[in-house]
């Protein structure tokens, strides 16, 4: 069981927007604004889309953007694309020993 | 153009041991938090562990730990992570990440492409 919920599956059209829902506690998302998205691809290693709740790191489309409500983030993608189909993981700091948490993975699938 | 490049990994008995390394370009690897990560198949992924950039300060999950033993040398821009009494549950892709910024944020900015491990008998 992981530590962070998100849900299995989410989809869309081209064009639309979804949003990824990543809910912890007050250890962890509800705590810190720490926390990340990663995309990744079948075969490829995660990459980051999202830092500090809401952050984008360079070369990231402005289409990806992050917020936090309590003890859940959220990660909504504007104008699917067909290339934004992946698994997204959220991940946060944590006080507990283990430092790092992650989601279980949303995999996105635009129709 | 940062690049972190594994090695190391392959298939192992359970109750054997595997070192795997990480060796890191591109950057000023000495100035870096890095860490462990895992994937097993068709899962999702597992923070394994992190070692402070001098090295002084370590984590690891409760999966491993007194398992497995994260190290780096500056002098060489290398990760290490030796894997001890490997259990068929530690069958996995391990990636070697950065930590975006200082003070452990468990943001990881770069990946390497990951290397293989499997426990197997």
């Known amino acids: 069981q992981s530590a962070l919920t998100q849900p299995a599956s989410v989809s869309g059209s081209p064009g639309q927007s979804i949003t990824i829902s990543c809910t912890g506690t007050?250890?962890?998302?509800?705590?810190?604004?720490?926390v990340s998205w990663y995309q990744q691809h079948p075969g490829k290693a995660p990459k980051l889309m999202i830092y500090e709740v809401s952050n984008r790191p360079s070369g990231v489309s402005n289409r990806f953007s992050g917020s936090k409500s309590g003890n859940t983030a959220s990660l909504t993608i504007s104008g699917l694309q067909a290339e934004d189909e992946a698994d997204y993981y959220c991940?946060?700091?944590?006080?507990?020993?283990?430092?790092?948490?992650f989601g279980g993975g949303t995999k996105l699938t635009v129709l | 153009e940062v690049q972190l490049v594994e090695s190391g990994g392959g298939l192992v008995q359970p109750g054997g041991s595997l070192r795997l390394s990480c060796a890191a370009s591109g950057f000023t690897f000495s100035s870096y938090e890095m860490n462990w990560v895992r994937q097993a198949p068709g899962k999702g992924l597992e923070w394994v562990s992190y070692?402070?950039?001098?090295?002084?300060?370590?984590y690891y999950a409760d999966s491993v730990k007194g398992r497995f033993t994260i190290s780096r040398d500056n002098a060489k821009n290398s990760l290490y992570l030796q894997m001890n009494s490997l259990r068929a549950e530690d069958t996995a892709v391990y990636y070697c990440?950065?930590?975006?910024?200082?003070?452990?944020?468990?943001?990881?900015?770069?990946w390497g492409q990951g290397t293989l491990v499997t426990v197997s008998s």
């Open positions: 007050s250890s962890d998302v509800g705590g810190y604004n720490y």
């Open positions: 990440a950065r930590d975006r910024s200082s003070g452990g944020s468990c943001e990881a900015d770069y």
């Open positions: 991940s946060s700091y944590t006080s507990s020993s283990t430092l790092g948490v």
């Open positions: 070692i402070s950039s001098s090295g002084s300060t370590i």
